[in-house]
């Protein structure tokens, strides 16, 4: 039985500075499904994956990760996450292996720190973003772009269900993108989920089955393609 839908949000709201930046969405994301929001700068796409998982709270409406609210979700490794913007600035200098590994902590316990299938899962991400030679150095020297793919590949070291990508080849160079549509597409094979924000779809368009248009905080249209959800 897999019918509890990974994100169901019912009117949500979102008030960020007094302003209301979410503005009444309704929005169902099912097991499988590999959705597109698409909209110009400023249109509510980051607002709105962040109110999915919780990271902002909702103003009104309500939302929900595998049935649960956000606030009482506890099966984290279900989630991956690739944030728009880097965490890793000025932070401790962690190296990328390091990085890309904190991606499994939602599947460690306080017993079994580390093990084998994690280090395994960990050189299976580094590979799939092409930085197996860079597992040592120190993340926040990288390019911008290498440093996204260090935040994806922490999301797929993770092996959740869902993965929600915050523009995830924004500044990333071409081959790197299609490469990403290429591990995500094998990843969509397996039946996992895509919440992908995008100003545009470039290699990823195959790959998604359903678009959703923002603007202004809300939604303003819904496309399937049908001949995709195969
Ligand atoms: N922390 C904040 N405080 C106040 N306003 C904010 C905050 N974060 C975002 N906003 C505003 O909320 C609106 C929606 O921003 P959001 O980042 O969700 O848009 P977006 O569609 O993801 O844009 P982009 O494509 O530029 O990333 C924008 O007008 C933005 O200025």
Same mark, same amino acid.
């Given at each position: 039985m897999n019918d509890v839908p990974p994100f169901a949000m019912t009117g949500g709201r979102v008030r960020l500075d007094g302003r209301e930046v979410l503005r009444g969405v309704d929005l169902r994301v099912g097991a499988g499904d590999r959705v597109a929001l698409l909209g110009p700068n400023g249109a509510g796409k980051s607002t709105l994956v962040k109110a999915l998982l919780g990271l902002l709270p909702l103003s009104e409406g309500r939302t929900e990760i595998y049935g649960a609210p956000p606030s009482r979700? *506890?099966?984290?490794? *279900?989630v991956g996450y690739v944030p728009q *913007?880097?965490?890793? !600035? !000025?932070? @401790?200098? &962690?190296t990328v292996r390091e990085v890309v590994a904190s991606g499994r902590v939602a599947r460690q316990s306080r017993w079994r720190p580390s093990s084998a299938a994690d280090r395994a899962a960990v050189d299976r991400a580094l590979e799939a973003v092409g930085l197996a030679d860079r597992? *040592?150095?120190? &993340?926040?020297?990288?390019?911008g772009g290498q440093q996204q793919r260090v935040l994806i590949a922490r999301a797929l070291a993770g092996e959740p269900e869902v993965f929600v990508m915050d523009e995830?080849?924004? !500044? @990333?160079?071409a081959a790197s993108q299609a490469a990403l549509a290429a591990t995500l597409g094998s990843l969509a094979a397996q039946g996992r989920t895509v919440v992908l924000v995008a100003h545009g779809l470039g290699p990823m368009e195959d790959l998604i089955t359903r678009t959703i248009h923002l603007d202004h905080g809300r939604i303003l249209r819904e496309e399937t393609a049908m001949r995709k959800s195969a």
């Open positions: 979700f *506890r099966d984290w490794k *279900r *913007r880097l965490p890793m !600035g !000025g932070g @401790v200098p &962690a597992a *040592r150095d120190s &993340a926040h020297l990288l390019s995830p080849t924004a !500044g @990333v160079d």
